[in-house]
């Protein structure tokens, strides 16, 4: 079963996992890339970027459950959920190993995937990621708080809806790092008319935030990243997740690869798809798979992060309007 949105640049494709409908769009030919949409978002967030991949790469970009086209049910919203629904979707699509990459709440998702699934797990790129610190702004604290759904209700009815996006799209225009990234802002207020995607959203967002900011890190576990390649790409304007979070990726993965966009907000892959786009086939290009080893896997874990993290190299430079810090 197969459906285009007037509004769609690829054909939305379905498979029903577990009882539900799954979205996704796949295009291209190539090693493979799964793309992991953030909260509240779809895999339209990647339309600026798929065509360019799809040149060199099997594009895999799903709607997340409760997101999008997919089914949004009362059901598990964990990141462990999300990385087995990924695993099952995979499977179905006869994909054995992919490079996962996930922005903001996607990327902790791929951290979760890459952690379950070591053996399916080719490399890691985390796109202004969720899981690097606790700092997130308040407005996805509040998604978590009470009477967030029956405000979010009367805000988003007929009328009030289109002013309130209207108003963001408009401020978007300012020439001002503050108002970056509202117009993505109003297509997700646009999406919480659906009260089904409201309910959806508040499950994710009380799984991973509380009212001190983010719950989950990938800090405990960072030293397993020994074991696989990895990149982040953050924009230097991000008022969502702070950008200092790409220097604690650097802190607790010394091996992490680090790009750093300028003028660029939450969504360095919309800002700048060009830019993503060499930084990203860059980074599969330069760098072997890994290739899971129970035997190192498991003196990983025996070893854990008791070792201390060695001090990170980095060389600095600017390069395509941005600055660049590869982790030696």
Not at 178 to 201: C, G, K, M, N, Q
Request: aromatic fraction near 6%.
């Amino acid at each position: 079963m197969s459906a285009t949105p007037p509004e769609a640049t690829h054909e939305v494709q379905f498979v029903t996992l577990h009882g539900h409908r799954r979205a996704y769009v796949k295009v291209g030919q190539g090693p493979a890339l799964l793309l992991l949409h953030g909260l509240a978002c779809d895999h339209t967030t990647w339309e600026p970027v798929i065509d360019a991949l799809a040149q060199r790469f099997t594009v895999i970009a799903p709607d997340l459950l409760g997101h999008g086209q997919s089914a949004k049910p009362r059901a598990d919203y964990t990141l462990g959920g999300y990385a087995n629904g990924m695993r099952d979707l995979l499977t179905v699509l006869g994909i054995d190993k992919v490079t996962v990459v996930g922005h903001s709440f996607g990327g902790g998702v791929a951290m979760q995937f890459a952690y379950q699934f070591p053996e399916r797990t080719e490399r890691m790129v985390l796109v202004a990621s969720g899981g690097l610190g606790p700092e997130v702004t308040p407005a996805i604290r509040a998604i978590a708080s009470p009477g967030f759904h029956q405000a979010m209700g009367l805000a988003t009815l007929p009328g009030v809806r289109q002013v309130n996006t209207g108003a963001l799209r408009a401020l978007s225009h300012l020439p001002s790092k503050y108002t970056h990234d509202l117009d993505e802002v109003a297509d997700i207020v646009d999406s919480f008319a659906d009260p089904a995607a409201r309910a959806a959203i508040r499950h994710v967002v009380r799984a991973v935030v509380d009212w001190r900011g983010q719950i989950v890190t990938m800090a405990d576990r960072a030293y397993l990243t020994e074991a696989m390649p990895m990149c982040v790409i953050w924009g230097r304007d991000d008022q969502v997740l702070p950008v200092r979070h790409a220097d604690t990726a650097a802190r607790i993965a010394p091996k992490a690869r680090v790009e750093v966009i300028a003028d660029a907000g939450h969504f360095p892959h919309k800002d700048h798809p060009q830019r993503f786009v060499t930084l990203l086939t860059d980074f599969v290009q330069s760098t072997q798979p890994a290739v899971y080893s129970r035997a190192r896997w498991r003196a990983l874990l025996r070893n854990g992060a008791s070792a201390p993290i060695p001090q990170v190299a980095r060389e600095v430079s600017e390069r395509h309007g941005g600055r660049s810090l590869t982790i030696a």
